[in-house]
């Protein structure tokens, strides 16, 4: 949009401020651009969040017009306006800080002033000229920021929790890949970093894999409860200033607009100040925040070296890890991704003091509750796709110092156990310590076992998994 020195003056409650001419925000945005400047989240950043409050603009309009609140001209430009926002236009024309007092009031008249502005521009208006399309009386008609806000926070957390999932299962794709492509490597299994029993590498990779699907569901079951909206309660969910019968018809078209299953609270006082959708979502993102900060800091272990560590894989290069040391690479893919799950983590804790916050019929603490939700979700989707595109799929195996490690652990004296006996465990496992040997070559030198024997008892494929062999041991 073409920028002039022309200006146009607006007013409101506290008196009169002047604008560009051009601008399709007015004077309370205005205000909460000026009065919060606290931090770098704009709501011009968070598009799912814009098309929410279109979405949610769009519906009102529909139902406002099937009551005749609304003439013929001024519903189609108001849904005009929206499908213009939808299809990712005038996204520049939201600049309020996302975090913000009035619980959402200034990114409420933030949308209805752009799409009023909007819509006078397709009437053959000037922007401003709210005698012909009113921000309040007709973009906002039948409304409070109270029942508004909430359903826009809702239907763009929604939006962006259906981005999320592919992103989410590209990553535990790259690792189902991964176990397959490992699935004959042997390696020692680890608890508490001691040596434990062996498995493969793909059983490893594919653990990562089944843990993250698992979120799956938590994640879809904890969406699903932004669907339900409290759209015309106005503003305490007693429903005043609205008709009898727009709720249903806001909520029909809501669901019509979407393509989702959108549903009326049934209690509107409980839904008004009632925010524990987001902590309940932020819970279960949070869950697999966690689960990828383990994967992460497993991938560093499993890389450490790359001679004076495990030394099991090997991480793609992505940059040189240091200005002294020379040669040396640092595994940063997992080291940010685990960062991006401490932010998550946080996030999910500041979501959850501000919805103990509501006093009586509202939770003026939802703009910061909206901030974290979008912010983590987006930060989700570039730790996923920056893990599987840096990290996962360049990951490479060293098979022969996997077998090597396994041949030489105390740890595959637990596989011949069920052989062996207990006691003899013991005593080879005790002696392998003490000389250094390997219980492969002790079983040997002790004729304990045949060398037929010992191999197909630590055969790869009789050490991952459940298995009964006919081997008998000399006792």
């Known amino acids: ?8 003056i607006e007013h409101d409650l506290l008196g009169q401020r002047e604008l560009p001419a051009e601008a399709l925000y007015g004077i309370q945005t205005l205000r909460g651009v000026e009065n919060f400047a606290i931090s770098a989240f704009r709501l011009s950043d968070c598009h799912q969040f814009i098309n929410g409050l279109a979405y949610t603009k769009y519906a ?25 926002i939808l299809a990712g236009k005038y996204h520049d024309q939201f600049p309020v800080d996302m975090i913000q007092g009035g619980a959402g009031t200034s990114t409420n008249m933030n949308a209805n002033e752009v799409i009023a502005n909007i819509a006078l521009l397709k009437m053959g208006h000037k922007p401003g000229e709210y005698q012909y399309c009113s921000s309040h009386d007709h973009v906002n008609r039948s409304q409070s920021t109270n029942d508004a806000y909430p ?37 020692m299994g680890r608890t508490q970093l001691e040596d434990a029993v062996p498995m493969t590498l793909g059983q490893t990779f594919s653990g990562f894999a089944s843990i993250l699907e698992n979120e799956i569901i938590h994640l879809n079951e904890a969406a699903a409860d932004f669907l339900t909206v409290n759209m015309g309660s106005t503003a305490i969910g007693t429903g005043i200033c609205s008709e009898p019968g727009y709720a249903e018809k806001c909520i029909a078209a809501l669901a019509k607009v979407t393509g989702w299953d959108v549903k009326l609270a049934e209690d509107w006082v409980g839904a008004t100040s009632d925010t524990s959708c987001m902590v309940g979502y932020m819970s279960a993102l949070k869950r697999v925040a966690i689960k990828l900060s383990k994967i992460s800091n497993d991938l560093r272990l499993l890389a450490s070296g790359p001679r004076c560590g495990l030394g099991e894989i090997n991480l793609p290069a992505r940059q040189p890890g240091s200005s002294i040391m020379p040669g040396k690479v640092n595994p940063v893919i997992p080291e940010v991704v685990s960062q991006v799950a401490f932010k998550i983590i946080g996030n999910e804790l500041c979501t959850t003091m501000a919805g103990e916050a509501p006093q009586m019929e509202l939770n003026a603490m939802e703009p910061v509750m909206a901030q974290c939700c979008f912010e983590s979700i987006d930060l989700a989707v570039n730790a996923m796709d920056t893990l599987r595109k840096f990290c996962v799929e360049g990951i490479t195996a060293n098979e022969e110092h996997c077998l090597a490690e396994v041949r030489n652990s105390i740890g595959i004296v637990t596989a011949l156990n069920p052989y062996i006996g207990y006691e003899h465990s013991t005593n080879i496992a005790k002696k392998a310590l003490e000389t250094g040997s390997s219980v492969y070559d002790l079983v040997l030198e002790e004729g304990i076992l045949t060398k037929e024997d010992l191999d197909t008892i630590l055969d790869p494929d009789n050490m991952v998994r459940p298995v009964k062999l006919d081997i008998h041991a000399k006792r």
Request: with cysteine; hydrophobic share 45%.
């Open 1 to 8: 949009m073409e920028k002039s020195n022309e200006k146009r």
């Open 60 to 84: 009102a309009a529909e139902a406002n017009h099937q009551l005749g609140l609304l003439t013929d001209e001024q519903h189609e430009a108001i849904i005009a306006a929206c499908k213009d």
């Open 151 to 187: 359903t826009a926070i809702h239907m763009g957390l929604y939006a962006s929790h259906l981005a999320l999932l592919p992103h989410l299962q590209e990553l535990i794709d790259a690792f189902k890949a991964k176990g397959k492509e490992f699935a004959r490597v042997i390696k």
